[in-house]
T-cell receptor, first 115, second 113 residues
Framework: GDSVTQMEGPVTLSEEAFLTINCTYT??????LFWYVQYPGEGLQLLLK???ADDKGSNKGFEATYRKETTSFHLEKGSVQVSDSAVYFC??????????????WGAGTKLIIKP | DGGITQSPKYLFRKEGQNVTLSCEQN?????MYWYRQDPGQGLRLIYY???????QKGDIAEGYSVSREKKESFPLTVTSAQKNPTAFYLC????????????FGQGTRLTVV
């Protein structure tokens, strides 16, 4: 079945450091890919998405490129801030998979940014 | 403003009681979902509904029940059969199943006392 694998956290960085959170996936069909962010005690917010190969999603300085050849959707940011501290979830939606269109979630990666 | 509203934000339940978590959306979305999140864990799907008066079990439906009498509302009841109900519960909706993203409420934190 479809699945999403994220790098384990927590990831701890200093302010202004470069961020990469790895996400790889397996899918039966041609999925859409998403990154969500969850701040402490809150629900999830969509951060960015990509629906076809080589698409780059971007928002708030974060970027991720849909790489079909490596089945990856790594999240990057050039200079992180303390306010970026949160849990980040990678997810996919595969209309052709056996998940019946449900979002398939990674386990989440906790990001801690130190001043 | 359009969005998803969950209430209450915090809920305390005594052992053996049923409790109902509210989820309302004004986004005119067809699909609605309930997830459970335990500390430091990812999301697990409890129930989902694609249309009014229809819903399907997710991965961890035991001890939970739902209804979908209106498009806007998808309440979740945590029954006494749920042995470990203390968790953070998230409601979400999407336009339809498929390639579309889901939008989330702010969550309800349920604690058994």
């Amino acid at each position: 079945g479809d699945s999403v694998t994220q790098m384990e956290g927590p990831v701890t960085l200093s302010e202004e450091a470069f961020l990469t959170i790895n996400c790889t996936y397996t899918a039966t069909g041609y999925p859409s890919l998403f990154w969500y962010v969850q701040y402490p005690g809150e629900g999830l917010q969509l951060l960015l998405k990509a629906t076809k190969a080589d698409d780059k999603g971007s928002n708030k300085g974060f970027e991720a490129t849909y790489r079909k050849e490596t089945t990856s959707f790594h999240l990057e940011k050039g200079s992180v801030q303390v306010s970026d501290s949160a849990v980040y979830f990678c997810a996919l939606s595969d209309p052709e998979g056996d998940s019946n269109y449900q979002l398939i979630w990674g386990a989440g990666t906790k990001l801690i940014i130190k001043p | 403003d359009g969005g998803i509203t969950q209430s209450p934000k915090y809920l305390f339940r005594k052992e053996g009681q049923n409790v109902t978590l509210s989820c309302e959306q004004n986004l005119n979305h067809d699909a609605m979902y309930w997830y459970r999140q335990d500390p430091g864990q990812g999301l697990r799907l409890i129930y989902y509904s694609q249309i009014v008066n229809d819903f399907q079990k997710g991965d961890i439906a035991e001890g939970y029940s739902v209804s979908r009498e209106k498009k806007e509302s998808f309440p979740l009841t945590v029954t006494s059969a749920q042995k470990n109900p203390t968790a953070f519960y998230l409601c979400a909706s999407s336009i339809r199943k498929g390639r579309t993203e889901a939008f989330f409420g702010q969550g309800t934190r349920l604690t058994v006392v």
